[in-house]
Each structure stands twice: as C-alpha cells, then as structure tokens.
C-alpha cells in the first residue's frame, strides 16, 4: 500500500510536470521503490541510484574518497555529496540523497547512533531541504521512517514553492 503523503507528492509532481531521481544508501533503494508504486510514476520518477558501498559512492556519484574519509560514509557531508553527483548522472528536476545508520557496524557512535540518517534535496542547484534525524527502532522501522521524513520534506517543499 502507497503511503499517502507520498501519493500526494507523485500527484503534485506529475500535476507540475516535475521529475525525480534519488541517490540511496542506508535505505537501498526503498525509497525509489516507494514512490514507483504511485499511479502513472513513469510521468514523475526518472530512477535512482544505490550506492549502499562506499566504492559506488566515489564510482558512480564522483564523491571524493577524502570527505568520506573525514567524514564517514554516513554523514551529512556524504550525503550532500551523493546528491550533487546523481546530477550527472539522472536528468531531473529534484535531486534527493539519503544515508545513514540502519544497523549497527557502521560509523555510529554516541553523538551518532544508529537510527541516525541524512536527507539532502536539491532542485535548480538550490538545496531544498538538508536535514538529519533520528529514528528509533528496527532496521525496517528506520528505513520507513526515512521515507516518510523524505516524503514530509518533499510535500513541504512543493507546498511552499507552490
């Protein structure tokens, strides 16, 4: 079943005649798949990119391995980064990156425990929203939580821009 608020977003979008394409880590394509279960996405959703290895982040989305480095792979830094490099990649008007911490084994740590993920959007080369939260729970809880965060950002960002 289609979260509603992100339905509300597909319709806005097609209504506006606005595409979309995401850069995934933590949430390894969920996110992408959420918003192609919307009635007509092929008029709104160009694609996404999972980049949950590190090594795809520099391959594909041209991170810079030294910001991965000082940063982590998920930090807010990253995400900005994974963002902007699914430009080149994906023709769209709205660019959206996410990572962060499902499940331990990653980079967490007490002032960044797992439950902890980054969304960073951009349309026009203008960032829309960059925002990190916290989510409680299991690895799936999290993982939904992130979409629907997205998906709020997202309805605010249309509402706004109107």
């Given at each position: 079943?289609?979260?509603?608020?992100?339905?509300?977003?597909?319709?806005?979008?097609?209504?506006?005649?606005?595409?979309?394409?995401?850069?995934?880590?933590?949430?390894?394509?969920?996110?992408?798949?959420?918003?192609?279960?919307?009635?007509?996405?092929?008029?709104?959703?160009r694609g996404a990119?999972?980049?949950?290895?590190?090594?795809?982040?520099?391959?594909?989305?041209?991170?810079?391995?030294?910001?991965?480095?000082?940063?982590?792979?998920?930090?807010?830094?990253?995400?900005?980064?994974?963002?902007?490099?699914?430009?080149?990649?994906?023709?769209?008007?709205?660019?959206?990156?996410?990572?962060?911490?499902?499940?331990?084994?990653?980079?967490?740590?007490?002032?960044?425990?797992?439950?902890?993920?980054?969304?960073?959007g951009i349309k026009?080369?203008?960032?829309?929203?960059?925002?990190?939260?916290?989510?409680?729970?299991?690895?799936?809880?999290?993982?939904?939580?992130?979409?629907?965060?997205?998906?709020?950002?997202?309805?605010?960002?249309?509402?706004?821009?109107?």
């Amino acid at each position: 079943m289609v979260n509603e608020i992100c339905e509300a977003v597909g319709k806005t979008l097609i209504d506006r005649k606005l595409s979309i394409a995401f850069a995934e880590s933590a949430t390894a394509g969920r996110l992408a798949s959420e918003f192609a279960m919307i009635t007509n996405a092929g008029k709104f959703l160009r694609g996404a990119i999972v980049c949950y290895d590190a090594a795809l982040k520099i391959e594909l989305l041209h991170v810079n391995p030294d910001l991965i480095e000082q940063y982590t792979p998920e930090s807010m830094e990253v995400t900005r980064a994974i963002t902007i490099g699914l430009q080149s990649q994906i023709s769209a008007d709205i660019y959206i990156g996410v990572t962060g911490l499902t499940a331990q084994g990653g980079s967490e740590t007490p002032e960044k425990p797992v439950g902890t993920m980054f969304i960073h959007g951009i349309k026009n080369g203008e960032i829309i929203f960059s925002t990190r939260c916290n989510f409680v729970g299991s690895r799936e809880e999290i993982i939904l939580g992130s979409i629907n965060h997205c998906a709020e950002l997202l309805w605010e960002y249309l509402q706004e821009s109107g």
